[in-house]
């Protein structure tokens, strides 16, 4: 029994080569002798749940899209950045960076950590895609030269331009294009006109190969037009 009641008082007996921790629990001052236990949670990285959670209740990610951003710190910060003036669609930056960037990225055996673009670049880009300047097989090709040339100078602009990459939407050569496809496919024409609808993507899909330059939104509606005459 005494033996017992000596490892109890042990157990209580101050460390004399330790001094006494003194906390501060409700401030974030610290002295010399005392820590200020907000100022330490202020100092500690928010955990990947945390991350994850907000993510989900502040941008409407689904979960899967949130762990993956997670996982790649580098995307995280890419979308924070291209998110930061709430001008942008969550979802469809998300979408980007996961399905796109890393694809192009991929292809070139290189990690996220290694991606050379700026976000002023991946702004700028971004912006292009979600505006339908260019689509999305365009975007996969800005980004596969952008990653080739490295340069931060260089702006997505300036490659569209010059590869001839914009995507065409005067109406009038729209148009042509799509009575050319019309006029080339007369099977297709004669069963949607039978009420075989689902056959319209069929259409598009045979414009979009034959130049994959062209605006589908704009050409969609032409296209519905010439096959209700």
């Known amino acids: 029994m005494r ?3 000596v490892v109890q008082d042990y157990r209580y007996m101050p460390e004399p080569n330790l001094p006494p ?4 629990l409700k401030t974030d001052i610290e002295h010399r002798d005392v820590l200020s236990v907000p100022l330490i949670q202020d100092k500690i990285p928010e955990l990947p749940e945390q991350s994850r959670k907000k993510l989900i209740e502040d941008f409407g990610l689904r979960p899967e899209t949130s762990i993956q951003l997670v996982n ?7 979308f924070q950045n291209l998110t930061s003036d709430k001008t942008r669609n969550p979802n469809k930056v998300a979408n980007f960076l996961i399905n796109d960037l890393l694809t192009v990225l991929n292809k ?3 990690s996220a ?4 673009l700026t976000v002023k670049q991946l702004k700028e ?3 292009m895609l979600l505006s339908k300047d260019i689509n999305l097989e365009i975007c996969r090709n800005v980004l596969d030269e952008l990653i080739v040339i490295s340069d931060d100078d ?3 602009l300036d490659v569209v331009e010059e590869k001839g990459w914009k995507l065409q939407s005067n109406e009038d050569e729209l148009t042509k294009l799509c009575i050319e496809v019309l006029e080339n496919n007369p099977k297709l024409v004669k069963q949607y006109k039978s009420g075989k609808t689902k056959v319209f993507k069929a259409l598009l899909g045979i414009l979009s190969k034959s130049n994959n330059k062209v605006d589908m939104s704009v050409a969609s509606k032409i296209m519905e037009g010439l096959l209700k005459k």
């Open 113 to 116: 950590d290694d991606c050379p």
């Open 154 to 156: 260089v702006s997505p």
């Open 72 to 78: 790649e710190p580098t995307l995280l910060d890419y």
């Open 21 to 24: 921790l003194r906390v501060n």
């Open 3 to 5: 033996d017992k009641e």
């Open 125 to 127: 880009l971004t912006d």
């Open 108 to 110: 070139r055996k290189l």
